[in-house]
């Protein structure tokens, strides 16, 4: 095996990720380590949330798992497939996102209200895209929370949504194909009626009130960049009030 360090420490997190491939040089599995305590808890937060995902989608992505007094690591099965580039933004990406909000569907309409989980940072750079379907990556900030289902598409919808805006102008056919996405959700009981009315208003609402989750990353997320008139005029204009 040839190991590879690619990310050190990445948003101070204290976490090094390496590629580690096989003679051939094909990449057969990523590493996961940490040496710090609050580290360590985050990666055993992540382990719970894959743990979870396998589950509920019967794909597994965990090969070895190493916990030492002050060390813990986690292989990761690597899988080939399409990484998008989120920083396309909304409507070069539209077709990864109706994927990335199918993929969600799939899984969170067999949920009970009792049952709800957010992956905590669903987006397009955390999914895997293949032909057979998708696969979430990087349940870091996976929380069983009384956050209401379609909190983790919104995410990805707005966060696409702000980096598009950061190049121009936000048309006419982005809007509606995100009203379409909403509608998607709700036909696919997958967003709670607490965001038909404003759902980047509310998105807000309930990322500052479980600030916990994110911590000093809170105010980094795409959906908190929007300001108060940016999030009322897009709220007027994408929402499900008459839908």
Same mark, same amino acid.
């Not at 940490?34 to 794909?59: C, D, F, M, P, Q």
């Not at 190493?66 to 920083?87: H, M, W």
């Not at 009384?146 to 707005?158: Q, S, T, V």
């Given at each position: ?5 690619? /990310? ?11 590629? *580690?491939?096989?003679?051939?040089? #094909?990449?057969?599995?990523? @590493? @996961?380590?940490?040496?710090?305590? $609050? ?7 992540? *382990? /719970? ?21 002050? %060390? %813990? ?8 497939? @399409? ?6 933004? %909304?409507?070069?990406?539209?077709? %990864?996102?109706? /994927? $990335? ?28 895209? /293949? ?17 209401? #289902? ?10 696409? *949504? ?30 709670? #009626? @607490? ?17 916990? *989750? ?30």
């Amino acid at each position: 095996m040839i190991s590879s360090l690619i /990310r050190a420490n990445a948003n101070e997190s204290g976490i090094f990720l390496t590629l *580690i491939y096989d003679l051939e040089y #094909k990449p057969v599995y990523i @590493k @996961k380590s940490a040496s710090e305590t $609050a580290s360590i808890k985050k990666l055993k937060n992540e *382990i /719970r949330g894959v743990t979870w995902y396998h589950e509920n989608s019967g794909i597994n992505q965990i090969s070895k798992i190493t916990e030492l007094s002050r %060390y %813990y690591s986690v292989l990761f099965n690597f899988f080939n497939g @399409k990484k998008a580039n989120f920083r396309d933004g %909304y409507w070069l990406n539209r077709s %990864y996102i109706e /994927r $990335a909000v199918e993929g969600y569907c799939e899984i969170w309409s067999k949920l009970l209200k009792t049952e709800i989980v957010i992956h905590g940072d669903y987006s397009i750079d955390n999914i895997i895209f /293949r032909e057979d379907g998708l696969i979430i990556i990087d349940w870091e900030h996976f929380t069983p929370s009384n956050i209401p #289902k379609g909190f983790d598409a919104l995410n990805l919808i707005y966060e696409q *949504i702000y980096i598009l805006s950061l190049k121009q102008k936000i048309s006419s056919k982005v809007i509606c194909h995100a009203n379409e996405m909403l509608k998607s959700l709700k036909i696919n009981d997958c967003l709670d #009626k @607490k965001f038909f009315n404003a759902p980047l208003d509310t998105m807000q609402e309930y990322l500052s009130d479980n600030s916990q *989750i994110w911590g000093k990353q809170l105010n980094k997320l795409p959906v908190m960049k929007f300001n108060k008139l940016e999030c009322n005029n897009l709220d007027s204009k994408i929402n499900l009030r008459t839908n």
